[in-house]
């Protein structure tokens, strides 16, 4: 199917000298589809189908991409794609939404049940994305379910699609970059909160931080790959001994005596539903990018087997280091002092820190940047992987040719997808100019988990289409699973309406529909934008951008 986006033009830019190998053809308009049969690197083949096929004569490690084959290569091993989940995942959520969720909880005891449910059922949603990661051999999470259960082969061209574009239009636009927005936001609160003591911080110079923040990171994405799943690895271990220190201080607390916050237990337990569910939300923003990996699958070596064990080494860590850091928190600060701090990290390293408290908001800058940097790195994918498909404008999907640079190329590689990282930079700044990032977490939560249901239920579509295959030996959840998800899912999405609506959920309703509107217009009737054409050659010259490997122009 071609696209709105992409008007009747050419890709015949010489950059350089260099002109994409023949599985790059250009043809009459911007139709995108991918080729039949797509090398992945790691001992499988995609076939026509989009599923992942084990290919015993395809070596299994990772060998680069011979000069001429414009494609992300499989850079990520079990560690990165560890370092992705958790390292995405324990970032602000940690130090800002204890907050959050024990004052919707009522109680200590309620709240800690709080933490855990949500790392129950952050492990019931990657459990489901695991079969689709292991059975769907594309990047781009959501999106790629979405397209190949609702739309296979591109049958069913007028509704077959709509699942996935309205997936696409709205995280694009609003879901990662807000979650990009909110993890660099928080980072820079902790930047600018000491040098204020106990007033916040003018609201005009976080945001100003929060840009730069947002900036340098994709700098850095646009310019190494590898220097970005680095940066992920080293700042996960930062992480972990942030928390190791929360955790120490307060088991040393415990020691002591100071007993009375956790002794209270469940006194005090709120009964509210919409409140409760609201303290999910808070607790599930901590918890969310479980599933992040997806979005990178293309870049995983071996996913069938590190996509599961990535994500049963992740989110059980995640989830004792939550459980333990909320408990270090409550062996040194009463109910009312958390409540009543915007940084409750920073209120705990002044009463236990002393003279060295300042090492508190170090480690959370460090851990929020780490966050931030997952995000973008998978948000980027997401935002390639939906232009591919003609969702977005095609240049959006193009990948940096080379790179020339006197420092060794173990640091700098090619085929980083700058145009894909820079829009999301450029969306996720502008929504830190006229919104309040804190009340976006609601509107965040809420949004995400209504395409989470969605696409835990193609786990239901893909086992009965593909139920006479027998070639099927990749990872499979209880069916059990992604049914509970899809439960959990509607009740999230429908309390929140039902007993606490609030303007924000009208809006997304709404925004689904100029989305729909929009996907009947440019992607299924075609209407052409006007220099799409112009703008695609001048930022081909400008980036050094070339179409990936086997993609029809």
């Known amino acids: 199917m071609n696209s709105g986006f992409d008007a009747h033009h050419s890709y015949d830019v010489k950059l350089n000298g260099h002109i994409p190998n023949g599985n790059s053809t250009k043809g009459q308009n911007g139709s995108i589809h991918r080729s039949e049969k797509l090398l992945n690197g790691n001992g499988y083949t995609s076939n026509g189908n989009g599923l992942l096929n084990h290919n015993d004569n395809v070596k299994e490690k990772h060998t680069p991409l011979p000069e001429d084959d414009v494609r992300m290569e499989r850079s990520l091993g079990l560690i990165s794609g560890t370092a992705i989940i958790a390292g995405t995942m324990i970032g602000s959520g940690i130090f800002v939404s204890p907050k959050g969720v024990l004052e919707g909880a009522g109680s200590v005891g309620m709240s800690l049940v709080i933490w855990l449910s949500c790392g129950i059922i952050s492990m019931l949603g990657a459990l489901t994305y695991a079969e689709l990661g292991t059975t769907i051999a594309r990047s781009g999470g959501e999106h790629a379910y979405l397209m190949e259960a609702f739309n296979p082969n591109d049958k069913h061209k007028c509704f077959g699609r709509i ?16 979650m990009f927005a909110i993890m660099c936001f ?38 190494s790959i ?141 851990s929020c940047f780490g966050s931030a940097n997952g995000s973008l790195f998978s948000s980027g994918r997401l935002c390639y992987v939906a232009a591919y498909d003609g969702h977005l404008p095609s240049v959006l ?8 640079t006197p420092i060794p190329s173990m640091i700098f590689t090619r085929h980083t997808p700058i145009p894909s990282m820079i829009f999301t930079l450029i969306i996720s700044a502008l929504l830190v100019v006229p919104f309040d990032l804190s009340s976006l977490i609601g509107f965040f939560s809420f949004t995400a988990w209504i395409f989470y249901g969605l696409t835990a239920s193609t786990v239901l579509v893909l086992r009965y289409r593909f139920k006479h295959k027998a ?30 609506p609030k303007p924000e959920y009208i809006h997304v309703l709404i925004f689904m529909a100029v989305g729909l509107l929009l996907y009947f217009l440019l992607v299924y009737k075609e209407i052409k934008i006007p220099c799409v054409g112009l703008a695609t050659k001048f930022m081909q010259k400008l980036f050094l951008i070339v179409p990936p490997s086997g993609k029809t122009e």
């Open 163 to 178: 699942p996935a574009f309205l997936f696409d239009w709205i995280s694009v636009f609003i879901i990662r970059p807000s």
């Open 186 to 223: 928080h980072s820079r609160t902790y930047v600018t909160q000491p040098f204020y003591h106990d007033c916040l911080p003018p609201i005009y110079l976080t945001k100003i931080f929060t840009v730069l923040a947002m900036v340098l990171l994709c700098v850095i994405n646009c310019m």
């Open 226 to 366: 590898k220097f970005a799943e680095r940066i992920q690895v080293v700042m996960m271990v930062v992480k972990l001994l942030a928390a190791a220190i929360i955790v120490g201080g307060g088991f040393y607390s415990l020691s002591q005596g100071n007993t009375e916050t956790i002794a209270s237990g469940f006194e005090g337990t709120g009964t509210e539903t919409s409140i409760i569910v609201l303290s999910f939300y808070n607790g599930l923003w901590a918890y969310d990018g479980w599933n992040n990996l997806n979005f990178v699958t293309e870049e995983l070596q071996n996913p069938r087997k590190n996509i599961p064990r990535a994500i049963c080494i992740a989110i059980p860590l995640v989830t004792v280091v939550y459980i333990v850091v909320n408990i270090g928190y409550f062996a040194v600060l009463t109910q009312a002092e958390i409540l009543e701090s915007g940084a409750v990290a920073v209120e705990w390293g002044k009463r236990m820190l002393g003279v060295m408290q300042w090492i508190i908001p170090v480690f959370v800058v460090c």
């Open 397 to 404: 999907s193009f990948l940096h040719l080379q790179r020339h």
């Open 471 to 500: 070639e099927h030996d990749n990872y499979q959840v209880p069916l059990a699973v992604p049914i509970l998800v899809m439960i959990l899912s509607v009740y999230l999405v429908l309390v929140p309406l039902i007993y606490l």
